[in-house]
């Protein structure tokens, strides 16, 4: 049971390069997030999805794009880095039903 | 707007004694609140929640508590063990609007 899955779980980019993280989850669940996590600053909804084809921007989205062609796959896009992207990206999906997260273990992007 | 605050970054304690962690809210609208544990290298995991219209939730050694007046609610753990030592995330809400705050780093000491 693999429950949330992301890829990679590093990365270095340039400033101006792009890049996609992926995030699967085996769950079937509807509801998946895009969070990042900066020191001092909690985890911060980027975008969240509430099912296949549908996404909605959440707390910091500017900078970022997301895709939910498929209801397991959640991709976070970036596409000209900076610097302030820096940070520690949290995908997380939950159920309908449910209330609570299963969060992936992360991604650690750094741009330079 | 940070409508979640943890105003303790670290808290340390000693093995087998009470483990505190607190953390405050702004906004009364969200009826929700929920703890989160995370290790290094790890997702964050829940741990426990509470509704609004309770005041205290138990599980285990894990209590919550939750003071409405004060827009406050804490992270009890009786007796603390050294595998408890974590980052703690306190968040709010249902649904798709939730809040996290920034975390308080606990260490067990053996």
């Known amino acids: 049971n693999a429950g949330v899955t992301q890829t990679p779980k590093f990365r270095v980019l340039k400033t101006g390069q792009s890049m996609t993280l992926l995030c699967a989850q085996d769950?079937?669940?509807?509801?998946m997030y895009w969070y990042r996590q900066d020191p001092g600053m909690g985890l911060r909804l980027i975008h969240y999805s509430v099912g296949e084809g549908t996404t909605a921007k959440g707390e910091v989205p500017d900078g970022y794009n997301v895709s939910r062609l498929k209801k397991q796959n959640f991709l976070l896009g970036l596409e000209s880095a900076a610097p302030s992207q820096t940070s520690v990206y949290f995908c997380?999906?939950?159920?309908?039903?449910?209330?609570?997260?299963?969060f992936g273990s992360g991604t650690r992007l750094t741009v330079v | 707007d940070q409508q979640v605050k943890q105003n303790s970054p670290s808290l340390s304690v000693q093995e087998g004694r009470i483990s505190i962690l607190n953390c405050d809210y702004t906004?009364?609208?969200?009826?929700?609140f929920l703890w989160y544990k995370k290790y290094p290298a790890e997702g964050p995991t829940f741990l426990i929640s509470i509704s609004s219209i309770k005041d205290k939730n138990e599980d285990g050694r894990f209590t919550v508590f939750l003071n409405k007046s004060a827009k406050h609610l804490s992270l009890h753990i009786v007796p603390s063990q050294p595998g408890d030592s974590a980052v703690y995330f306190c968040?709010?809400?249902?649904?798709?609007?939730?809040?996290f705050g920034a975390g308080t780093r606990l260490t067990v000491k053996p």
């Open positions: 968040a709010r809400g249902r649904g798709n609007d939730m809040r």
């Open positions: 997380a999906s939950r159920s309908v039903s449910y209330g609570g997260y299963t």
């Open positions: 906004n009364s609208m969200f009826d929700y």
């Open positions: 769950m079937n669940h509807e509801y």
